[in-house]
């Protein structure tokens, strides 16, 4: 079979427009692959730099395959439909590794087309060390490195406006774009740089933060030779990502041109105020999957899909998620519910297997973070108890009592809660604690929920008598009864 490369294959190439901090699987199924589509259906014409921002040689360079790769993007579409669409992607010019060619990475500055920066270095990448100095060829942490390569733009440009850029980190902490551009402004004071460039960062470049959303598998190890023969070349880029994508960006919206959104199907949205949507994210995805596993798993379920695929629990999720958790958001409910009905359909995913367990670690953050949130609201708002979330609640505390059908569960979780639950339910299994006071020992964790949940009308009953239930009677049968099934 022949290679992939751009002799080989003739695959447009476009002028340098945007530079990216970072080679790995995800941009590639998700920034570049957003940027190649673009470039087939508008006028964007842009290619893209990609700099490797870490001093590692074990990966070659995308530059081998002259920057081309494969994206396998599998799932369920809008319809429930399974697709799977290989496509070549043709956005990438070069990568630049910034370690062993310094100076090609600082020559970009001086390119008038280049108008946006992406970045994915991974959480720990938005950093500052103290000790990065403007003459280091290049500076450790990526916002030292980002204020070098700025700086030199300002200098060549002579801070004019025009060369200002639209920066746009995709690491996943909150308010990306902010942190970034908080810690830029202080190597400005570290390395005591001119007001003026600290002037031209403010007035001439945006720091805009991101949310980003889907699931990139990376790397198909186990199917590689299998796809090579059915693409009938060799791609050792190839990066596999689920059907759904969503990227949002709080940012001026004239980014919105920038990129040439205009007639695109892509799922980009440019927004004043990303907290919204964060908000949706954390509450219906990430809160339907931590309110899914403990009570799946104890039914002796061990992934999302077999679960999704027993109409038990797909009532059960339906049924938290359009009842209890839409109703706590902020965005228009008609967006809300095509994200909903994208999340059932995301955990549908035959591709994708996830493990419950995996799922379950450090549950009770997880809680803490992605349901509780919805649960103050929910009641606030009804003054009743949300039923599927108790249920929910008495499943995580069934589930940490560390054992299905008679057999130990490997937890991980905070040192602090297992011991509690395990002497909770040493007591309880003892007859020193009745299950009502155990319900309340968990709700009433002010240092871990930061209130006493037992203050919340009737929680403390509803999630004993479900817990009871599901003691005497299983968990798939305590969601029948709650559900009339």
């Known amino acids: 079979m022949q290679a992939l490369n751009r002799k080989n294959f003739n695959k447009n190439k476009y002028p340098t427009k945007i530079m990216q901090y970072g080679e790995g699987n995800f941009l590639r199924a998700f920034i570049d692959w957003q940027i190649d589509k673009l470039n087939e259906t508008s006028d964007l014409n842009a290619g893209v730099a990609v700099i490797r921002p870490i001093d590692y040689d074990a990966i070659p360079l995308l530059n081998v395959q002259d920057g081309l790769y494969t994206t396998i993007i599998r799932g369920l579409n809008e319809q429930g439909e399974t697709v799977a669409d290989h496509r070549i992607i043709s956005s990438i010019n070069e990568e630049i590794p910034v370690y062993k060619d310094f ?17 994915n270095t991974t959480e720990a990448g938005i950093e500052y060390i103290d000790t990065d100095k403007l003459n280091d060829a290049p500076a450790k942490a990526f916002p030292a490195k980002l204020t070098q390569w700025l700086f030199h733009r300002f200098n060549y440009f002579n801070g004019s406006t025009d060369s200002g850029m639209v920066i746009i980190p995709c690491e996943l902490i909150d308010y990306n774009g902010e942190k970034l551009k908080e810690i830029v402004f202080q190597y400005c004071q570290l390395w005591q740089l001119p007001e003026a460039f600290s002037n031209w960062l403010s007035e001439a470049n945006h720091f805009c933060s991101s949310l980003v959303d889907r699931i990139v598998t990376g790397f198909p190890r186990d199917e590689h030779q299998q796809l090579q023969e059915s693409l009938g070349y060799l791609d050792n880029f190839m990066v596999t990502a689920e059907y759904f994508h969503l990227f949002v960006i709080q940012g001026p919206q004239h980014l919105a041109e920038l990129l040439c959104l205009q007639d695109s199907d892509l799922n980009i949205k ?20 931590t309110a899914l596993v403990p009570l799946a798993y104890m039914a002796n379920i061990d992934s999302v899909g077999e679960a999704l695929a027993d109409p038990l629990f797909e009532k059960y999720l339906t049924q938290l998620i359009f009842a209890e958790i839409i109703p706590t958001l902020d965005l228009p409910e008609d967006e809300l519910k095509r994200f909903a009905n994208d999340v059932l359909n995301r955990f549908r995913n035959p591709y994708i297997c996830h493990l419950l367990l995996s799922i379950s670690l450090n549950s009770m ?9 919805q649960l103050h609201s929910y009641v606030a708002t009804n003054n009743a108890v949300p039923n599927m979330m108790a249920l929910a609640i008495a499943g995580q505390i069934l589930m940490y009592k560390g054992l299905r059908n008679d057999q130990p569960i490997e937890l991980s979780d905070a040192p602090q809660w297992l011991e509690l639950f395990n002497t909770l339910w040493h007591d309880f299994d003892n007859n020193a604690l009745s299950l009502t006071a155990l319900v309340e020992q968990v709700l009433g964790a002010k240092w871990h929920w930061e209130s006493d949940l037992n203050e919340l009308p009737e929680l403390t009953a509803t999630v004993t008598t479900h817990l009871r239930t599901m003691l005497t009677d299983g968990v798939a049968a305590t969601l029948t009864k709650e559900l009339g099934q």
């Open 365 to 373: 953050t997880k809680f803490k973070t992605r349901i509780l949130p």
């Open 270 to 289: 440019i927004v004043d105020d990303i907290s919204p949507y964060k908000q949706q994210k954390v509450g219906i995805l990430n809160g339907a999957h």
């Open 103 to 119: 100076p090609r990475y600082m020559a970009l500055a001086e390119n008038p087309d280049l108008k946006i920066i992406f970045s």
